[in-house]
C-alpha cells in the first residue's frame, strides 16, 4: 500500500501542474489597449467618437463617422518583470533525502533567490472598418483584436518553476456590429446625437503552458544517487467561443457626451494536447518510484472570460480640447474554480487517481480608472495624455506567478496627424505595478514538495501603439 502511495503521488502532482499556469490570464493580462488613439490616453475614449477603434471601447459610436473608414494598427508590449524573494523563513518546510549513508531533512527552497522573466515582445492587432448606410440611418462595423492575452516566461531554474516556466495565451475576437442612429429615427439628430449598437463576438484562442516536474520522492528511495530530478511538461490548446456586445451613445453637441458599452463572458473549452518530458535522471526518478509517465496525453479546461462594463463621460465645450473619463469593470466573480478533465480517465485507459481536485479561485471584480485629454493642436494634429489606476482581481490566498498581478498605475501620452483621407495616430503607455505572494499556492506533498515562489513580483510594461486610418 505505501509503494502504491508513492506511484499515485507524483503523478498526481504532474497533472495538477496543468492547472497553475491558467490562473491569471484574464485577471494579470487584460488587454485594454485596441487603438493608438485610446493608448495616449490611457482607456478614457467611451464617451468618444472619432475613429473606428470605437468598435472596441463604444460601438454604438460608430454612427458618427462618415462614409466608409479603416483602421488597421498593433501595439507592442514589451514587459520586465522581476522576482524578489521572501527568503527562507525561520521554520521552513523540509523534505526527506539521503545523504552520506543516511537519511536527513533538508529545506525546500520556498522562495531564495531572485529572478528576471525574460523580456518577451508582444503585439496584438486591431483591425477595425465601418461603413454608414445614409438613407437608413444605420452604421455596420467590423472588428478584429486580442483583449485578452500576453504571458511570462521564466527561466528553467527559478524558484517558482514548478509552479510555472512558460505561460502564454492568445485571444482573437472578431466582432461584426450594427449601429442605429437613434437620434436620426427620431428626428433629433439636429440637436442631439443618440445610437444604440449590437453585435457579435466569434473568439478564438490558443494556449501554451509549460513547468518542472519535481521528482525528489526518488532521492530517498535511489539511497542518494539521484540529486534534485526533474522533468517538464509542455500544454498546447485551443478553443472557439461566442459571445456578444451592446453600446449605448449620447452626444449634446459643444457640451459633453456620454458613453457606455456592455461585453458579454465567454466561456472557452480549451482542448489540447499534454507532452511531458524526461531526461536520464527523471526517467531513473520515474522507474524508482513505479511512475509510467506517458509521452502525453489529451485534456480540457474550461476558462470563463469575465463580463465587462464600461462607462465613459466627455466634456466637449472647450474649443479644441476634449476630456475624457472611463470606468471600466470586469467581472471575475465568475471565475470561482478551476477543473481539468483528462479524456484518459473518461475512456478508461489511465487510472482516476491522475484526476486533481478542482481549485478554488473567488476572484472578484476589477476596476480600471482613466482620465484622458485630447487638443487640437495647428489645425491636422492632435496631442493627447491620459492618467489611469486598475485594481486586482485576484484574491491574495490564489495569487501565483505565472502571469503576476497587481494595482496599477497608468501614464500615458500621445499624438495624432489627420489629413483629408489618410491618418495615422502614435501612443505611449507605461503600466507600474507589484504583488505580494505569500500563500501555499506552488506547494507539493512531502513527496514532492516543489516551491511556493513566495516573495514580492514588480512589473513595469512599456506600450507603444500604431494605428493607420483611411477615410473614402
Not at 13 to 29: D, E, H, N, R
Not at 305 to 318: D, E, K, S, V
Amino acid at each position: 500500500m505505501a509503494k502504491s502511495k508513492v506511484m499515485r503521488k507524483p503523478l498526481k502532482i504532474l497533472i495538477v501542474g496543468l492547472l497553475y499556469p491558467l490562473s491569471s490570464w484574464a485577471g494579470g493580462f487584460l488587454i485594454y489597449e485596441h487603438g493608438a488613439a485610446a493608448t495616449g490616453m490611457a482607456g478614457a475614449r467611451t464617451a468618444l467618437d472619432g475613429d473606428p477603434s470605437s468598435l472596441y471601447f463604444n460601438p454604438a459610436a460608430i454612427t458618427e463617422l462618415e462614409g466608409l473608414q479603416l483602421e488597421l494598427g498593433t501595439t507592442l508590449i514589451l514587459p520586465y518583470i522581476h522576482y524578489h524573494p521572501a527568503g527562507r523563513p525561520e521554520n521552513p518546510r523540509t523534505y526527506t533525502s539521503y545523504r552520506d549513508g543516511q537519511y536527513v531533512q533538508l529545506a525546500v527552497n520556498d522562495g531564495e533567490n531572485p529572478a528576471d522573466a525574460t523580456v518577451k515582445l508582444f503585439t496584438p492587432l486591431h483591425l477595425y472598418a465601418t461603413y454608414r448606410i445614409e438613407d437608413w440611418g444605420l452604421t455596420a462595423g467590423f472588428g478584429l483584436n486580442n483583449p485578452f492575452g500576453l504571458g511570462t516566461y521564466w527561466p528553467r531554474s527559478w524558484d517558482g518553476r514548478f509552479i510555472a516556466v512558460e505561460t502564454e495565451i492568445q485571444t482573437f475576437f472578431s466582432q461584426p456590429t450594427l449601429a442605429v442612429d437613434l437620434a436620426r429615427w427620431l428626428r433629433m439628430h439636429q440637436s442631439v446625437r443618440l445610437s444604440l449598437a449590437v453585435g457579435y463576438d466569434l473568439v478564438y484562442g490558443t494556449a501554451r503552458l509549460g513547468r518542472q516536474i519535481d521528482l525528489r520522492a526518488a532521492e530517498a528511495l535511489s539511497l542518494g544517487q539521484l540529486v534534485a530530478p526533474e522533468g517538464s511538461m509542455r500544454l498546447t490548446a485551443d478553443a472557439w467561443a461566442h459571445g456578444w456586445n451592446a453600446a449605448l451613445y449620447f452626444q449634446l453637441p459643444q457640451a459633453f457626451a456620454l458613453g457606455a458599452s456592455l461585453r458579454s463572458g465567454v466561456r472557452m473549452n480549451f482542448a489540447g494536447t499534454g507532452k511531458f518530458f524526461l531526461g536520464h535522471s527523471a526517467q531513473q526518478a520515474a522507474d524508482i518510484l513505479g511512475l509510467a509517465v506517458p509521452e502525453e496525453t489529451t485534456g480540457r479546461v474550461t476558462i470563463d472570460l469575465p463580463w465587462t462594463l464600461n462607462f465613459g463621460a466627455a466634456l466637449l465645450a472647450i474649443e479644441n480640447l476634449r476630456l475624457a473619463a472611463d470606468l471600466y469593470l470586469a467581472f471575475f466573480s465568475s471565475y470561482d474554480r478551476l477543473e481539468l478533465k483528462l479524456d484518459c480517465i473518461e475512456d478508461g485507459s489511465c487510472s482516476d487517481t491522475l484526476a486533481p481536485p478542482a481549485m478554488e479561485k473567488n476572484w472578484h471584480t476589477s476596476l480600471q480608472f482613466s482620465l484622458g485629454a485630447e487638443y487640437v493642436l495647428f489645425r491636422n494634429w492632435l496631442v493627447r495624455a491620459g492618467w489611469g489606476m486598475v485594481t486586482s482581481p485576484v484574491p491574495a490566498e490564489t495569487y501565483d506567478p505565472s502571469l503576476p498581478d497587481g494595482r496599477r498605475q497608468l501614464l500615458a501620452a500621445g499624438f495624432g496627424w489627420r489629413g483629408g483621407w489618410f491618418a495615422c495616430e502614435a501612443g505611449y503607455l507605461v503600466a507600474f505595478w507589484s504583488g505580494e505572494k505569500n500563500n501555499r499556492v506552488g506547494e507539493g506533498d512531502y513527496l514532492n514538495p516543489e516551491g511556493r515562489a513566495n516573495g514580492k513580483y514588480s512589473t513595469v510594461s512599456h506600450q507603444l501603439a500604431f494605428s493607420f486610418l483611411a477615410r473614402f
